[in-house]
């Protein structure tokens, strides 16, 4: 796995992380979307360095010129709920891209911390030798995205696969990195070092889901 980590270099992402963590700031479920969806543009951006590109010829009002555009064939996937405004932002560049839509939650059988992952609606376009873009705000313990995986396989294998995450623990990161093929390219936004004994991330920002679209029962 080839793992970019954004925030090695400061840039106005740094205030985008910075707002969506701030127990004041993420009281604002509007701007708390509009920041994830506005991280989601800036992954969009560095990841589309490493995609494929042809030549085209552009007709301008006064000539012609020759311009290269990306020849990948996108495939976007978000895990409801919280993937939702991460999706549009990648969608607000990809906006050619097919669509695709799963559900991932955990189930805890015996009502204590140790849960399961259930992957139930799914709706999606063939992704076979296609370019998936997985998209996920929170990478805690990484076996929702290992679920989804499994799951988007029925749909076909792709090309390649690109995973865009806004915070990811390092043990996410470990756990998932033997699960997906080794050219995958995992983006992240912000780096965190634990999980709590819930498996959410540590320092993190709360539920993501919950403060874009209100708390659930």
């Keep these: 796995m080839i793992i970019h980590y954004l925030q090695e270099e400061n840039s106005i992402l740094n205030k985008f992380i910075a707002e969506i963590r701030d127990v004041k ?5 509007l701007r708390f979307r509009r920041n994830i ?8 951006y560095e990841l589309s360095k490493k995609l494929s590109y042809r030549d085209v010829s ?3 009002p006064l000539g012609v010129k020759k311009e290269q555009i990306s020849s990948n064939e996108v495939v976007l996937c978000s895990i409801l709920r919280a993937g939702l405004p991460l999706h ?10 097919e669509n695709a839509f799963i559900s991932a939650y955990r189930h805890h059988p015996n009502n204590n911390a140790e849960f399961e992952i259930v992957v139930e609606y799914f709706a999606a376009p063939s992704v076979e030798n296609k370019t998936l873009l ?8 990484g076996q929702s995205l290992v679920s989804v995986y499994e799951a988007i396989k029925k749909q076909g294998i792709p090309k390649e696969i ?27 936004a912000a780096l965190d070092d634990t999980l709590n004994s819930k498996g959410y991330i540590v320092p993190g920002l709360g539920d993501a889901g919950d403060l874009a679209f209100g708390a659930k029962l």
């Excluded at 700031?25 to 479920?29: P, T």
């Excluded at 969806?37 to 969009?44: K, M, P, Q, S, Y």
């Excluded at 997985?134 to 313990?141: E, G, N, R, V």
Aim: aromatic share 8%; charged share 25%.
């Design 25 to 29: 700031i993420q009281k604002d479920s």
């Design 88 to 97: 549009q932002g990648l969608l607000n560049y990809f906006d050619d891209a």
């Design 162 to 188: 690109h995973i865009v995450v806004v915070i990811a623990s390092k043990e996410g990161i470990e756990f998932i990195e033997d699960k997906f093929p080794e050219n995958t390219h995992l983006w992240i």
């Design 58 to 60: 552009i007709e301008t």
């Design 37 to 44: 969806e506005r991280i989601g543009e800036v992954l969009g």
């Design 134 to 141: 997985l998209a996920d705000p929170m990478l805690a313990t």
